[in-house]
């Protein structure tokens, strides 16, 4: 199995990708997909005196827009292209964030919880930790997250970097966030960017619960740079998962 869609996809914008947006399309298109979206972390309107990082600023916000649209535009006889953002969901800013995103085209929204919290002060998912507030806080903002409707699927649903993810704690915690999103009816992302640099995710014990539980799942390039889209290995590793686990592949989304 190849990867011929690919909804999650990021550029130069948010501070740590290479490769220009058309690198990204035409790559594509030499790989043979034929639906590919952009969806880069997304800027967010937290207070001037909070810098923000691993994220595009505001005023990039309309560029990328009107680059995305302009590849559309080209390309549209080659392949499908979508414009999306990949976010986090912060209560404290999430009106004000839907306020600032409204008045463009967005074809979807990618719920990726790289942050517990508001962003400000900030803790990372992926920073290790035994702190089980820190993990129960986790899910219950990504679930929280997922039920505001918003967003078509979760990325890296096992970003949190909990250290005993054999223990009660960790089991109780991702089997209550696999259920919400299956009765959501919201895809588990499959991350290849994990695999490829082999991160601690994609975690084998979330996945054999996301197995118990019947989760679909969708596989995700989350590519940083075009090169990553010529995948075959790590999507390999990720059919495995799916195969092993009887997960419920999901490889079209409509929007």
């Known amino acids: ?24 399309v035409e790559k594509a298109i030499q790989c043979g997909y034929s639906e590919i979206g952009f969806s880069d972390h997304t800027p967010y309107p937290f207070p001037e005196h909070h810098n923000p990082h691993l994220r595009m600023t505001s005023d990039k916000l309309e560029g990328y827009v009107t680059s995305v649209l302009n590849l559309k535009e ?7 292209i979508y414009l999306a953002l990949e976010a986090e969901y912060y209560p404290g800013f999430f009106e004000k964030w839907l306020h600032m995103v409204e008045p463009y085209p967005f074809d979807y929204f990618i719920l990726g919880q790289h942050f517990v919290g508001n962003d400000y002060p900030e803790i990372y998912a992926g920073t290790a930790t035994d702190d089980e507030s820190i993990l129960k806080k986790y899910v219950d903002q990504t679930i929280e997250g997922l039920k505001t409707g918003t967003y078509i699927y979760l ?21 209550k966030l696999c259920e919400s999103a299956k009765e959501l009816s919201i895809p588990l992302e499959i991350n290849l960017l ?4 082999r991160r601690w995710y994609p975690n084998p014990i979330f996945w054999e619960i996301a197995g118990s539980v019947g989760n679909d799942v969708i596989i995700g390039a989350d590519a940083h740079k075009p090169s990553a889209l010529d995948n075959q290995k790590e999507v390999d590793a990720a059919k495995s998962i799916i195969s092993k686990n009887q997960l419920h592949l999901i490889q079209k989304l409509s929007f």
Request: aromatic letters at 8%; hydrophobic letters at 25%; glycine letters at 6%.
């Open 1 to 24: 199995m190849s990867l011929t869609i690919n909804y999650h996809m990021h550029t130069t914008r948010c501070g740590h990708a290479s490769g220009s947006d058309r690198d990204f």
């Open 74 to 80: 080209e390309y549209q006889s080659d392949i499908r």
């Open 194 to 197: 994990g695999i490829a640099d």
């Open 155 to 175: 990325a890296h649903p096992d970003l949190i970097r909990f250290n005993d993810t054999h223990s009660d704690v960790y089991h109780e915690q991702m089997q």
